[in-house]
T-cell receptor, first 112, second 114 residues
């Protein structure tokens, strides 16, 4: 089955710790995205990538980092510089940039 | 900043009734997209409507776009309990550049009672 897989489903971060969220897709999509969703809010764009080895900051990139070494993979690292990391993180991909996004099932990140 | 804002914030209806959700935005758009999100899950794309289109259908879904009023509506006909979810509109600016990201509204929470 083609799809987009996020792991883990739940993740806990200690103070001062960096954590990495995984996102893998087998849809052969060029574009991939990371969004953050807070309760009762819409999605906010963290980073996006239109092609391998290239990525751009979104609206709330501070405290986050990404890499795009393979077409299938777009991991997100939440660094210790992100002071309010508790949120639901969603990865997405698409054939055409910013159109008809396919989403993963999300990772809920909480702070211990 | 440009943003789609859904109205109402919450909607509760009986199974079989129609559900209408609205989205308003501030600046010219390239396209407008509707997504559904079940609780604790990822979003699912429903319909994309471009700025030169006025209406699109997909099964029980009908989307209209009025660029003069900068608004869109999503109609779900003959609703089912399985339609219970949050519905988001997302707008893509016509201007690109730093404004060229897809902007999501806060969503309408739809509850369909059996």
């Amino acid at each position: 089955d083609g799809g987009i897989t996020q792991s883990p489903k739940y993740l806990f971060r200690k103070e001062g710790q960096n954590v990495t969220l995984s996102c893998e897709q087998n849809l052969n999509h060029d574009a991939m995205y990371w969004y953050r969703q807070d309760p009762g809010q819409g999605l906010r764009l963290i980073y996006y990538s239109q092609i391998v080895n290239d990525f751009q900051k979104g609206d709330i990139a501070e405290g986050y980092s990404v890499s795009r070494e393979k077409k299938e993979s777009f991991p997100l690292t939440v660094t210790s510089a992100q002071k309010n990391p508790t949120a639901f993180y969603l990865c997405a991909s698409s054939i055409s940039f910013h159109e008809k996004l396919f989403f993963g099932s999300g990772t809920q990140l909480s702070v211990l | 900043s440009q943003q789609g804002e859904e109205d109402p914030q919450a909607l509760s209806i009986q199974e079989g009734e129609n559900a209408t959700m609205n989205c308003s935005y501030k600046t010219s758009i390239n396209n407008l997209q509707w997504y559904r999100q079940n609780s604790g899950r990822g979003l699912v794309h429903l319909i994309l409507i471009r700025s030169n289109e006025r209406e699109k259908h997909s099964g029980r879904l009908r989307v209209t776009l009025d660029t003069s009023k900068k608004s869109s509506s999503l109609l779900i006909t003959a609703s089912r309990a399985a339609d219970t979810a949050s519905y988001f509109c997302a707008t893509l600016s016509a201007y690109g550049g730093s404004q060229g990201n897809l902007i999501f509204g806060k969503g309408t929470k739809l509850s369909v009672k059996p």
